[in-house]
Nanobody
Framework: QVQLVESGGGLVQAGGSLRLSCAASGSTFSSSLMGWFRQAPGKEREFVAAFSWNGGRTYYADSVKGRFTISRDNAKNAVYLQMNSLKPEDTAVYYC??????????????WGKGTLVTVSS
C-alpha cells in the first residue's frame, strides 16, 4: 500500500503561482511513477503532470506545458507541482497519484484525497 497526502492548494488570482506537495509513504517502491491529476466541477478527472522514478522522465498535459513544473525530492519521497501563470480554467481539485504507467487515471493504483486550487479572474 502507498499513502499519498497532498498539500498546498488555495485561492490565488489569475497570473499567480502555487506549489503543491505530495508526500508518499508505505510501499513506494511498488510505484515507478507519481503524478498529478485534476478534476474541475462537472468534468472528468484529467492528467496534469507525472514524474517517472526510473530515469527521471517527466510528462505534461498540453494545457499546462510551460506553466507547470513537476519535481521530486527522493529523500522525502515527495513530488511537487509548481504552478505558474495560473488561469481560471486551472481551478480544480488536484490529486496526487502513483502507479506504473503514464498517463491515464485508470493506470494509477493509489490516490490522495485531493487539494482544492481556485483561481479567481
Amino acid at each position: 500500500q502507498v499513502q499519498l497526502v497532498e498539500s498546498g492548494g488555495g485561492l490565488v488570482q489569475a497570473g499567480g503561482s502555487l506549489r503543491l506537495s505530495c508526500a508518499a509513504s508505505g510501499s513506494t517502491f511498488s510505484s515507478s511513477l507519481m503524478g498529478w491529476f485534476r478534476q474541475a466541477p462537472g468534468k472528468e478527472r484529467e492528467f496534469v503532470a507525472a514524474f517517472s522514478w526510473n530515469g527521471g522522465r517527466t510528462y505534461y498535459a498540453d494545457s499546462v506545458k510551460g506553466r507547470f513544473t513537476i519535481s521530486r525530492d527522493n529523500a522525502k519521497n515527495a513530488v511537487y507541482l509548481q504552478m505558474n501563470s495560473l488561469k481560471p480554467e486551472d481551478t480544480a481539485v488536484y490529486y496526487c497519484a502513483a502507479g506504473l504507467y503514464c498517463c491515464s487515471s485508470g493506470a494509477m493504483d493509489y490516490w490522495g484525497k485531493g487539494t482544492l486550487v481556485t483561481v479567481s479572474s
